[in-house]
């Protein structure tokens, strides 16, 4: 297994430190307890460039549920950041207060700044448009606790595979395994970027589908993410689009019997209420799963630092 | 022979460029930070005739050593170019570049095109890429994962 110094990419970790993350989350969850003094005397700096009270509140509970302390900022507008302080600067700043950081970054490579300046172990929160490892990590978590074992799974991703930011994550972790299926269903605007799908080709199988209902019956997980009014160029576009990637009841009328649909959170009518109450809704519980994989995640990290 | 020796006579010590592409000799000077406040003597020969490559430029540059950094920037100009470094008037050592860039990474010379990489803000960091492919040249920041393409690179060169 390699050093896990770092997550700011998936591509970081090997598939054998994968799975020892959602191995180590299942402990955690099965018996907090036992983890509640992992990090006693241990601070985690949470350095959010760019708001998310979502990733950050999850992070900081994780930390806490370990024992360690939390310190931060999360407002661009009161810290030092927006009046130019670099990446670097600040993680060389924080890295003297913590001995773990959790940064979010509107940038793309801000992720590999940080960790290239960091004494402690950097994890990324989310970099622009480019990653978001913890949620992909959670994501699979998710998936793992219901059907056992991620190989074998036919996955659908759903709405925005451009500018999502866990898209490329949630990939790059499906082409360390031998046996996952995906199919790619996105307006033409939204499609997955070709960088993300050169780096899975031959490696995953994946393919770009049309129409969710030719495919939908093959499904084990669909995972839904937002559509955004403003990645398009005029409003009229979206507007045309947009229905076929709301999921109702009626969508889900002719799925697997043990399917389950997912979304990170936070949704904006891309999954209508009707379905939460479904057998197939897991999005309650997947951003539950992310406090135990972000526990994992801290322990390991912290473990081999 | 006789011809490049004519324009530029031969260094005591310092590093020879031959072999780079007609007229790509300015842009190697660019990338080497070499300019019109150089100390040392620098001796620039454009569209000579080669047997092998019809029109060549030659760059000579006195008392100047080659990092690898600045090896593989030349490389991604002039990849057919030969290097001679040159001790006490003699050829201490000669080879093609290509043949000495054993890592497919680079950095310095291009600038990221993605406006959104944070190696295009205030931060200390140099731009690093993988070279992806040499023709047409494809290649990735290290840093956002952005794949630049041949036409979009020349730009910058
Ligand atoms: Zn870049």
Same mark, same amino acid.
């Given at each position: ?6 997550l700011v990419s998936i591509? +970081? ?8 993350? !959602?191995?180590? $989350?299942?402990?955690?969850?099965? #018996?907090? &307890? ?103 990590l959670l994501d699979l ?18 709405? +925005? ?8 994550? !949630?990939?790059? $972790?499906?082409?360390?395994?031998? #046996?996952? &299926? ?124 | ?33 070499i300019r019109e406040d ?120």
């Open positions: 297994m390699q050093n896990f110094n770092h591509k +970081d970790i090997d598939k054998e430190m994968i799975e020892s993350i !959602l191995k180590r $989350a299942k402990e955690i969850e099965n #018996n907090p &307890k036992e983890f509640a003094h992992r990090m006693d005397g241990k601070i985690l700096s949470t350095i959010f460039f760019e708001p998310s009270t979502r990733t950050r509140l999850s992070f900081e509970s994780a930390m806490l549920r370990l024992g360690g302390k939390v310190l931060g900022f999360s407002d661009p507008k009161t810290s030092s950041v927006k009046k130019g302080e670099s990446i670097a600067d600040t993680i060389r700043m924080a890295h003297s207060y913590s001995d773990v950081i959790v940064m979010r970054h509107y940038l793309e490579g801000s992720g590999r700044v940080a960790s290239e300046y960091s004494k402690v172990p950097v994890i990324s929160g989310g970099t622009g448009i480019q990653e978001h490892p913890t949620q992909a978590y998710t998936m793992k606790k219901e059907f056992g074992d991620l190989n074998g799974l036919t996955i659908g991703l759903l709405g +925005d595979l451009r500018y999502g930011r866990t898209i490329p994550s !949630l990939l790059y $972790a499906f082409a360390k395994y031998e #046996n996952i &299926k995906v199919y790619l269903y996105s307006p033409d605007q939204l499609r997955a970027r070709m960088t993300v799908l050169s780096d899975i080709e031959g490696k995953l199988d994946y393919s770009v589908e049309e129409d969710l209902q030719q495919t939908i019956g093959e499904l084990d997980v669909l995972y839904v993410t937002r559509v955004q009014k403003e990645r398009f160029p005029d409003l009229s576009t979206y507007e045309r689009v947009k229905g076929s990637f709301i999921i109702t009841p009626d969508t889900l009328s002719d799925v697997k019997e043990k399917m389950i649909v997912m979304h990170p959170l936070p949704r904006v009518g891309e999954i209508s209420y009707e379905v939460d109450e479904m057998s197939q809704a897991r999005y309650f519980e997947q951003a539950r799963n992310g406090v135990w994989t972000r526990m994992a995640i801290l322990d390991l990290i912290l473990e081999e630092n | 022979m006789t011809d490049k020796k004519m324009l530029v006579s031969k260094i005591d010590n310092g590093t020879v460029i031959d072999k780079i592409g007609a007229g790509m000799s300015l842009t190697i000077l660019r990338v080497l930070n150089y100390s040392d003597t620098v001796a620039v020969a454009i569209m000579v005739s080669s047997e092998s490559m019809g029109k060549k430029d030659i760059v000579k540059l006195t008392h100047r050593d080659l990092s690898e950094d600045e090896l593989k920037a030349i490389w991604l100009i002039a990849p057919d170019a030969v290097v001679s470094v040159i001790d006490n008037y003699k050829v201490s050592e000669k080879f093609k570049i290509a043949g000495k860039i054993t890592s497919n990474q680079f950095s310095g010379v291009l600038k990221c095109e993605n406006p959104s990489c944070a190696t295009n803000f205030n931060e200390p960091v140099k731009p690093r890429y993988t070279l992806m492919r040499r023709d047409p040249m494809l290649v990735r920041c290290l840093y956002c994962d952005r794949v630049m393409l041949e036409e979009n690179i020349k730009e910058q060169l």
